[in-house]
């Protein structure tokens, strides 16, 4: 098959940004919206142990991003998922047609962090995170940038525009010609 040709008949979304900008709020109720498969690649990491242990000083486990690409290959060439996941450069670029980075303020994005149990420098380096628009950047740099997308996620009204726009968009995508 030639691999220049996207055979896929639905799109794949990523939805990426910094841990508590709300990916997989969002991503849950899109693929309620849409019928898109919602792959949670944090929780596919640790279902079927797509990692190299646990880090104790990042209080998290160690992504081993080749068995997650293995893993998700035959799903992703299909088409018709949305992809959560707080990092994006290790994916193939061919991938994805739309990838969303939602953003938080940095005040907002705290009192998230804070109720999930983050705290010292898993909280800080998160927050430092989202100020540096880092998942921002390593997008555009990943993707080509008529793909990327910045969508901000700080109330609940947010996550319905983000959904319903994302939604006419999954609806009204069709393969390039
Ligand atoms: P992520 O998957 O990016 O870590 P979650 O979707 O798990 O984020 O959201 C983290 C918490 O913040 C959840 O309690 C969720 O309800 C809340 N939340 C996320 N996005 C929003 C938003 N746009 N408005 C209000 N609450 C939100
Ligand atoms: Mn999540």
């Known amino acids: 098959?030639?691999?220049?040709?996207?055979?896929?008949?639905?799109?794949?979304?990523?939805?990426t940004g910094t841990p508590g900008t709300g990916k997989t709020t969002?991503?849950?109720?899109?693929?309620?919206?849409?019928?898109l498969?919602?792959?949670?690649?944090?929780?596919?990491?640790?279902?079927?142990?797509?990692?190299?242990?646990?880090d104790p000083e990042l209080e998290s486990y160690l992504i081993n991003e080749d068995l997650v690409c293995d893993e998700l290959e035959d799903l992703m060439e299909e088409g018709g998922n949305i992809v959560d996941y707080h990092g994006c450069d290790f994916f193939p670029e061919r991938w994805f047609d739309r990838v969303v980075v939602l953003q938080t303020d940095n005040t907002v994005l705290y009192d998230r962090?804070?109720?999930?149990?983050?705290?010292?420098?898993?909280?800080?380096?998160?927050?430092?995170c989202e100020i540096f628009q880092v998942l921002l950047q390593e997008a555009r740099e990943?993707?080509?940038?008529?793909?990327?997308?910045?969508?901000?996620?700080?109330?609940?009204?947010?996550?319905?525009?983000?959904?319903?726009s994302l939604t006419d968009w999954a609806r009204s995508w069709h393969p390039a010609s």
């Open 37 to 54: 498969r919602h792959l949670n690649v944090g929780d596919l990491v640790r279902e079927k142990n797509l990692h190299d242990g646990w």
């Open 26 to 35: 969002t991503s849950s109720a899109l693929a309620e919206a849409t019928h």
């Open 142 to 164: 990943s993707y080509p940038e008529d793909i990327v997308m910045a969508l901000k996620s700080d109330t609940i009204e947010d996550i319905t525009r983000n959904v319903t």
């Open 1 to 15: 098959q030639n691999g220049s040709i996207r055979s896929r008949c639905r799109p794949n979304i990523l939805v």
């Open 113 to 128: 962090l804070s109720r999930r149990g983050y705290t010292g420098s898993k909280l800080s380096n998160n927050i430092e």
